[in-house]
């Protein structure tokens, strides 16, 4: 049996806007294993950024946490529900414990200061050098870590002296300059090109075995997916459709969603002739469809999926899905 490293269950966080109140996600439960690679996936807007952020209370106002726990399993055996703690403890966790990496290396890092300077502050922060100037020299063995070329001259570089995928590199030592036991990563090869995008995927991979850490990567992309991850979740409007591992969801998807996204777009697993949208939009989340909040969308409709919401059930080993049809 797998070890969860994180339980989140129930968790919904809502955005208190002058136009109404956007349930950005709700009642959403689903464990982490320590040691996995985790991809959540789903489109813009389906509330995976949402749900990473809120695991360490990253929701700003107008946002709300409104209900939900986030066990965390710490490698002493204790645990502790994150959302229990105070502004200050959870910092005390974020960044240290549980690092993040964010889509967009451009405003992930301060212009008027060096490269340097901005890692080995996150690590003065959490108590793990002296000082900046003393911590240099760890700054320069992480540099060298996330393969940036030349480290003992990037490390007195201003972000404005690096290209994308270096700004990235940095993002990523700043993530594992702690030794977090926890890394999510959200989008991480989004705004890359191609080629630097493949390089990132396979040093996060390499962090992560090197690290032995966990990682929780959001992503839209089913190819990410399946080259990194072991399991899968997948969230629409706000919800969990479903879950499994990479093998179950390329190879027998079971909600419509999962079905309809996978014909979408290139899938390694599978041939087909032609590449399908989804028909329909994503449904406002201030009015989300009653039921299934994806029945305006679901060939497969019926009565009862405009009136009851779908429990999350196991259809086989460790193989969840919230879906009438089952
Ligand atoms: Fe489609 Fe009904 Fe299943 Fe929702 S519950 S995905 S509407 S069949």
């Known amino acids: ?83 229990k703690l105070n502004e200050e403890e959870i910092r005390e966790i974020r960044g240290n414990e549980i690092a993040y ?67 990235q590199r940095v993002v990523i030592g700043t993530g594992i300059a702690n030794n977090p036991k926890i890394l999510i990563a959200d989008e991480p090869t989004t705004a890359l090109d191609v080629t630097v995008q493949a390089q990132i995927l396979e040093l996060l991979n390499e962090l992560k075995r090197k690290y032995n850490a966990t990682v929780i990567l959001i992503t839209h992309n089913l190819g990410v997916v399946a080259e990194t991850a072991q399991r899968v979740i997948v969230m629409y409007a706000g919800k969990v459709a479903e879950i499994g591992t990479v093998e179950q969801i390329f190879k027998n998807p079971l909600h419509p969603y999962t079905k309809g996204l996978l014909k979408a777009v290139p899938n390694p697993m599978i041939k087909v002739e032609r590449l399908e949208a989804i028909p329909g939009t994503v449904p406002n989340l201030i009015t989300p469809p009653g039921g299934c909040r994806f029945h305006p969308r679901c060939p497969f ?26």
């Open 101 to 167: 990496i964010f889509q967009d290396p451009h405003s992930s890092l301060d212009p008027l200061y060096t490269i340097g300077y901005q890692i080995a502050e996150s690590m003065e922060v959490h108590g793990r050098i002296k000082n900046i100037k003393e911590g240099i020299p760890k700054v320069i063995s992480i540099l060298r870590e996330v393969l940036l070329p030349d480290p003992e001259r990037r490390v007195k570089n201003y972000p404005h002296e690096l290209s994308g995928g270096m700004k």
């Open 301 to 326: 409709a019926k009565e009862i999926c405009r009136k009851k919401v779908p429990e999350l059930k196991e259809i086989e080993d460790g193989h969840f899905v919230a879906c009438h049809l089952y």
């Open 1 to 83: 049996m797998p070890e969860p490293i994180l339980e989140i269950k129930d968790l919904s966080v809502y955005f208190y806007t002058y136009a109404g109140v956007v349930k950005a996600i709700e009642k959403v439960s689903f464990d982490v294993y320590r040691g996995e690679t985790l991809a959540l996936v789903g489109e813009t807007g389906c509330g995976k950024s949402v749900t990473s952020r809120a695991i360490t209370k990253l929701i700003e106002s107008p946002g709300k946490i409104v209900s939900g726990q986030v066990i965390y399993h710490r490698n002493d055996g204790s645990t502790i529900d994150l959302l």
